[in-house]
């Protein structure tokens, strides 16, 4: 175990290729995703929180359960889409970092609307009079909202973060898990240790950790600065 | 827009009421205080006004055409304040009117100014004590350039030299041209401010007259009895 151990920093240590083309695109594969699941879920999960339409609640429970669906159920969804006799599969994505980015954005795009959904809807509960008052519209009303939220909805795409960096089965299925060209850290960690290869699963574990660990830290500080900066 | 005529509303939420069969005819100027013991129906005649309730009877003319919502304004007692800085705050009301983003920050700073607030343009808004806080939120509704400016016990919370300070800053909006509502219990308020009270009781106007005359020789034994303080047909206490 101790030199499993000792194996494992020496790799992270001395930099070791594999493990940085690997880390490499695990954060390519995943910021991208979070990025679109930012640009769909924050609007989207705001403007549920202010519109009124038929079957809203159904949508919010929709939305709310979407947050559980199993990473590798939505693996297979996407893989049938983009297999060869899918719908887009004249597109020839499966198995590349694109076809992997898509599952993640649909995998995170729901937890950051339904967390921003609930967000959002507690500031309206508070602001929509002032703001109807002010003869803000719904349109201008989210514009705002999602402004005054912003340091709450970084816990909302760090949740995104998270989901899409710790994520194994989607990737694993619509990626391939292809050495060098779609192997992330979570499907390297699961092949290697099945392979017996200990210390490059725990170099890799560790990276992974660390991201988490810091990226919380870095959002518990910022929102301690937003409190002391804007109350 | 003036004269506003209100006429026969009702208003009962949940089978509750709280207007009934409310008239009322004002004018495009002055200072207008609406006084009356809790629940009589005050600060929905404002809201209503502001287009933030719907009567459930009787109709709101404005000089006969529709409610020009981008000349209202409106003032609560606990404004809300957005996470920014005070001049973002100021130039909030500004943002459905679709001016540039420098024509917007110019106005705000204008009347940031007028409020005694350019010092602290750059401050976060939370950070404001109460009466700078509410003299923020004057200068967010002055900034629109109100034709009618509500305000809704706008110095409850506030101790008597931030009263003081939101009391000039109201008449500096009126000298401005805009006709001015407002809602408090403050009787002496009242006298230092109102042109013209409207005494308002169980979800009606009881009396409507200018400020000097009201408190004087008011018309109606409501209107005496609440001047004096005493509030028999509304009080009971348990045995």
């Given at each position: 175990m101790g030199s499993t151990l000792a194996e494992a920093a020496s790799l992270l240590a001395h930099l070791d290729p594999e493990v940085l083309a690997i880390v490499w695109l695990s954060f390519q594969v995943s910021l991208s995703a979070v990025l679109l699941g930012a640009l769909v879920g924050l609007p989207l999960g705001a403007w549920i929180a202010v519109a009124e339409f038929p079957g809203r609640a159904a949508v919010t429970v929709l939305l709310n359960g979407m947050m559980g669906v199993p990473p590798v159920v939505l693996g297979v969804i996407v893989y049938l889409g983009l297999s060869r006799s899918g719908p887009l599969g004249h597109l020839g994505l499966l198995y590349t970092p694109t076809a992997m980015v898509i599952a993640q954005t649909l995998l995170v795009a729901p937890l950051i609307a339904a967390l921003a959904r609930q967000t959002v809807e507690d500031a309206w509960r508070d602001y929509r009079t002032e703001l109807t008052a002010l003869g803000f519209n719904r349109r201008q009303a989210v514009g705002t909202l999602l402004y005054d939220c912003r340091y709450s909805l970084v816990v909302a795409v760090l949740a995104g973060v998270g989901r899409a960096m710790s994520e194994v089965g989607a990737v694993m299925i619509v990626g391939g898990n292809i050495d060098g060209f779609t192997r992330v850290m979570t499907t390297a960690i699961a092949l290697e240790t099945a392979k017996g290869d200990l210390p490059l699963s725990i170099a890799l574990g560790l990276v992974l950790i660390s991201v988490v660990i810091t990226l919380n830290a870095l959002a518990y500080g910022l929102r301690q600065w937003a409190m002391r900066r804007y109350g | 827009m003036f004269p506003i005529r209100l006429e026969r509303l009702d208003f009962t939420p949940d089978?509750?009421?709280?207007?009934?069969g409310l008239d009322l005819t004002l004018d495009g100027e002055g200072i207008t205080l609406v006084i009356g013991?809790?629940?009589?129906g005050k600060s929905v005649l404002l809201r209503m006004l502001a287009g933030l309730e719907r009567p459930d009877a009787g109709r709101i003319a404005w000089n006969g055409g529709k409610?020009?919502?981008?000349r209202i304004a409106m003032v609560f007692q606990h404004p809300l304040l957005l996470r920014t800085t005070v001049a973002n705050n100021a130039a909030l009301g500004l943002k459905p009117l679709g001016l540039p983003r420098a024509e917007a920050h110019r106005r705000a700073g204008e009347v940031l100014d007028r409020v005694g607030l350019a010092h602290r343009a750059q401050d976060s808004a939370r950070h404001l004590s109460g009466g700078e806080r509410q003299r923020l939120a004057l200068a967010r509704a002055w900034a629109v350039r109100p034709r009618l400016l509500l305000l809704d016990e706008p110095t409850a919370a506030l101790d008597p030299t931030a009263t003081e300070a939101v009391e000039a800053i109201i008449r500096e909006i009126r000298t401005d041209g805009a006709k001015v509502m407002m809602t408090t219990h403050n009787l002496g308020q009242a006298m230092r401010l109102a042109d013209d009270i409207v005494f308002i009781d169980g979800g009606r106007v009881r009396e409507h007259s200018p400020s000097a005359r009201f408190f004087?020789?008011?018309?109606s034994q409501e209107a005496r009895l609440f001047i004096r303080g005493e509030l028999p047909w509304r009080i009971a206490f348990p045995d």
């Amino acid at each position: 175990m101790g030199s499993t151990l000792a194996e494992a920093a020496s790799l992270l240590a001395h930099l070791d290729p594999e493990v940085l083309a690997i880390v490499w695109l695990s954060f390519q594969v995943s910021l991208s995703a979070v990025l679109l699941g930012a640009l769909v879920g924050l609007p989207l999960g705001a403007w549920i929180a202010v519109a009124e339409f038929p079957g809203r609640a159904a949508v919010t429970v929709l939305l709310n359960g979407m947050m559980g669906v199993p990473p590798v159920v939505l693996g297979v969804i996407v893989y049938l889409g983009l297999s060869r006799s899918g719908p887009l599969g004249h597109l020839g994505l499966l198995y590349t970092p694109t076809a992997m980015v898509i599952a993640q954005t649909l995998l995170v795009a729901p937890l950051i609307a339904a967390l921003a959904r609930q967000t959002v809807e507690d500031a309206w509960r508070d602001y929509r009079t002032e703001l109807t008052a002010l003869g803000f519209n719904r349109r201008q009303a989210v514009g705002t909202l999602l402004y005054d939220c912003r340091y709450s909805l970084v816990v909302a795409v760090l949740a995104g973060v998270g989901r899409a960096m710790s994520e194994v089965g989607a990737v694993m299925i619509v990626g391939g898990n292809i050495d060098g060209f779609t192997r992330v850290m979570t499907t390297a960690i699961a092949l290697e240790t099945a392979k017996g290869d200990l210390p490059l699963s725990i170099a890799l574990g560790l990276v992974l950790i660390s991201v988490v660990i810091t990226l919380n830290a870095l959002a518990y500080g910022l929102r301690q600065w937003a409190m002391r900066r804007y109350g | 827009m003036f004269p506003i005529r209100l006429e026969r509303l009702d208003f009962t939420p949940d089978g509750r009421t709280v207007l009934a069969g409310l008239d009322l005819t004002l004018d495009g100027e002055g200072i207008t205080l609406v006084i009356g013991p809790n629940g009589a129906g005050k600060s929905v005649l404002l809201r209503m006004l502001a287009g933030l309730e719907r009567p459930d009877a009787g109709r709101i003319a404005w000089n006969g055409g529709k409610a020009p919502a981008e000349r209202i304004a409106m003032v609560f007692q606990h404004p809300l304040l957005l996470r920014t800085t005070v001049a973002n705050n100021a130039a909030l009301g500004l943002k459905p009117l679709g001016l540039p983003r420098a024509e917007a920050h110019r106005r705000a700073g204008e009347v940031l100014d007028r409020v005694g607030l350019a010092h602290r343009a750059q401050d976060s808004a939370r950070h404001l004590s109460g009466g700078e806080r509410q003299r923020l939120a004057l200068a967010r509704a002055w900034a629109v350039r109100p034709r009618l400016l509500l305000l809704d016990e706008p110095t409850a919370a506030l101790d008597p030299t931030a009263t003081e300070a939101v009391e000039a800053i109201i008449r500096e909006i009126r000298t401005d041209g805009a006709k001015v509502m407002m809602t408090t219990h403050n009787l002496g308020q009242a006298m230092r401010l109102a042109d013209d009270i409207v005494f308002i009781d169980g979800g009606r106007v009881r009396e409507h007259s200018p400020s000097a005359r009201f408190f004087s020789r008011p018309q109606s034994q409501e209107a005496r009895l609440f001047i004096r303080g005493e509030l028999p047909w509304r009080i009971a206490f348990p045995d």
